[in-house]
């Protein structure tokens, strides 16, 4: 079986899910906001390299939770802090935000710590229900509104913020009713995503059958990896692969294909002050 998909291909998915009044749910990580100006894993282990060599040094792994591990908690909430609040919306925000604004996508999980989709939904007038999900695991799905946005390893001024291997996996099995309610009857659309030494990803991989597709979107002409190709693209589970963009360019393309870009602040700026 083919497992690879193009852009249209999505388009297509997402524009007959909201004709049958299905919805989509998102699921990015730091690549999205790569160009935002916050680093990715590895880029925050560089970072640990030079500004804490002797806790880089004593990481068993030199990965993103092993060294985060040997900061001090006040550390880590600081390093994380000085990137998230210098950080600027960036295109693929603004698109995620048109898209759920135009309801093509209701529901948004981000392993992110930052809130750059609200930030985006809230320049186009759009509020969506916020859930820190780190400090929080109180879950009712009757009770979350349309439109909803959850960062499931928490915010950056939230009390909870998840770092290291154990702080994720304890809060893993936490997660599977949040999982378990996005997946309902909905699309899923996965970019800027890694899954790598992830809990979060393991609720993908236990997922039987996506009824509605699952699209992985790769970076650039980057193969999917191992774990992808092993737990997802698979016979019969209807998950497949997307490459060839970084975020923004994907999220720009895809809302163009679907008639709901540019934003008016853009093209129409007086149509666009006069709604605020």
Known sequence: MDFRRNIDDIVETLKKAKDRERGCTLLIGAGCSFKAGIPT???????????????????????????????????????????????????AHICIALL??????????????????VRACALLGLFPANYDFAASQLFNPPDVPERAVFNLHGQRTGFVLLNTDREVQKHSDLLAPVFSDAGMGRVWL???????????????????????????????????????????????????????????????????????????FADKPFTYLDNL
């Open 41 to 91: 894993a590895n880029g925050f282990v560089e970072i640990i390299k030079k500004e804490y060599p002797r806790a880089y040094e004593r990481a068993e792994e030199k990965t993103y939770a092993k060294c985060m591990y040997e900061l001090a908690v006040a550390e880590r909430r600081d390093l994380i802090a000085k990137y998230v609040d210098m950080a600027k919306i960036n295109w």
């Open 100 to 117: 759920m604004k135009t309801g093509f996508i209701d529901r948004v999980l981000t392993t992110n710590f930052d809130l750059l989709v």
């Open 190 to 264: 996965v970019i800027g995503y890694s899954g790598e030494n992830d809990p979060v990803f393991n609720h993908l991989a236990k997922v039987q059958r996506f009824d509605n597709n699952l699209y992985w979107v790769g970076y650039q002409d980057n193969e999917p990896s191992e774990h992808v190709q092993s737990d997802l693209l698979v016979e019969g589970k209807y998950a497949f692969f997307t490459n060839g963009f970084n975020a923004d360019d994907f999220f720009v393309k895809l809302s163009q294909k679907l008639n709901c870009f540019p934003p008016d």
